[in-house]
């Protein structure tokens, strides 16, 4: 298991994080609103980048990222950060807090003060390159299109795509705006390596393209009944939640199946009004996942099936907070501490990038940056080795 440190996060210190550019052929990292890290998890194991300072103000998120990735990380607001260590790439973005359209004045950037921390980060790092990820309604708003005019005249080129992390790999549906930056090389993008049933005709595979991975491929080896190790463990369900998760049919289903075979069996009084009242809208509320197919977007709550498709394909449960972890793409070895909640636990997942898309999109910029100073950076992976000293400072 990889853990570099079991310390909690640091104070908030980026001013003495050190001039950190390009640690013996690696480039560095800087992580902004790093959640537990699974944006510099996916960085990390490309190769060829190593982080060396990230922000994050939720005290148990900051512990996750310290025990994976070391005591760099300043566990306060970025607001807090008195200076910036130098790095090669800033990752990360600001939280959405909800988007104006692009149509009306960008009266709120000013006030969005996150923006502001963003680009003050990024004038003091004066990276090569800034990777940020975001809900896809990012690209449409007025916030945006003020942060590129900004982000343009500190010298970046700006572009951003949405991309589907079950294209990359995934085991889940998950659209989520990227924007890229770059200094003196166009934003690079990676290509996907899986592709979906809307694909064809062109069949699967034509292009080199894989089929996504599947809910099937990805909780591969975990026991069907959890065994509570490694939080391979659900929300322990009331006797009456139960019985609503056993009339859920077992090909996906809904909250309207559940209704009609609950009201057959006679067991009508365990709907709850609220939905009995509201006879459309929410339709993944209580569905089941497909065996074969990938998740749907796991969100903060992937916990509570009734916040959305979170119970099992076959067993009568909401998925493990392991099983998400797997459809996030986090590996086994991605420490998640046993003493933190189930909710702050989940919410870091729910939250994070998923490591092999932040991957994906790691070697593609890493290439491009090697095309443009060939000496400076070695062609290869570098450092994969996770805990190799190899590249420590
Ligand atoms: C979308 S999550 C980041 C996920 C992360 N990129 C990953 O891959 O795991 C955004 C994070 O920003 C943090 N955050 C929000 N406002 C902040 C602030 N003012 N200063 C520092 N962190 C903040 C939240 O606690 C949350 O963990």
């Not at 148990?60 to 310290?66: F, I, M, Q, S, V």
């Not at 130098?86 to 149509?103: E, H, K, R, T, Y």
């Not at 003060?113 to 975001?134: D, I, K």
């Not at 070695?378 to 450092?383: A, D, I, L, W």
Request: glycine share 10%.
């Amino acid at each position: 298991m990889r853990q570099r440190s079991t310390e909690g996060a640091g104070p908030v210190r980026g001013e003495d994080a050190g001039r950190a550019h390009m640690v013996r052929g690696v480039l560095t990292l800087v992580d902004l609103f790093a959640g537990c890290g699974g944006m510099t998890r996916g960085f990390e194991d490309s190769g060829a980048f190593r982080s060396v300072f990230a922000v994050e103000f939720d005290r148990d998120a900051a512990a996750t990222y310290a025990a994976n990735f070391g005591d760099h990380v300043a566990c306060g607001p970025i607001e807090d950060v008195a200076a910036f260590p130098d790095a090669d790439v800033v990752i990360g973005g600001p939280p959405c807090q909800g988007f104006s359209p692009l149509n009306r004045e960008a009266v709120g950037f000013e006030r969005r003060g996150l923006w502001r921390e963003y680009l003050r980060a990024l004038e003091a790092v004066e990276p090569r390159a800034f990777v940020m990820e975001n809900v896809p309604e990012l690209l449409r708003s007025a916030e945006y299109a003020e942060f590129r005019r900004r982000a343009e005249e500190l010298g970046f080129e700006v572009d951003g795509e949405i991309l589907n992390a079950a294209d990359f790999g995934v085991p889940q549906r998950r659209r989520r705006a990227i924007v890229i930056g770059t200094r003196s090389t166009p934003p690079p993008w990676p290509a996907p390596t899986h592709a979906g049933p809307e694909a064809d005709p062109l069949p699967v595979g034509d292009d080199g393209r894989a089929p996504w991975v599947t809910f099937r491929e990805a909780v591969e080896g975990l026991p069907l009944r959890p065994d509570g190790r490694r939080w391979h463990r659900p929300r322990r369900p009331r006797p009456e939640s139960v019985r609503r998760y056993k009339a859920v049919p077992r090909d996906g289903g809904d909250r309207f199946a559940m209704q009609r075979n609950l009201d057959r069996a006679g067991l009508g009084h365990l709907v709850p009004r609220c939905w009995r009242e509201k006879p459309t809208g929410t339709t993944d509320v209580f569905g089941r996942l497909w065996w074969d197919r990938p998740a749907l977007t796991i969100r903060t709550e992937f916990y509570k099936p009734e916040k959305g498709r979170y119970l099992h394909p076959s067993a009568h449960r909401p998925i493990t907070v392991r099983e998400a972890a797997r459809l996030m793409s986090f590996p086994d070895d991605f420490v998640l501490p046993e003493e933190q909640a189930m909710s702050s636990v989940a919410r870091q997942i729910g939250n994070a990038v998923p490591p092999l898309l932040a991957r994906r999109i790691a070697e593609s910029l890493a290439a491009a940056l090697r095309r443009d100073t060939p000496s400076a950076v070695p062609y290869g992976p570098v450092g994969t080795e996770r805990n190799s000293s190899a590249v420590a400072a």
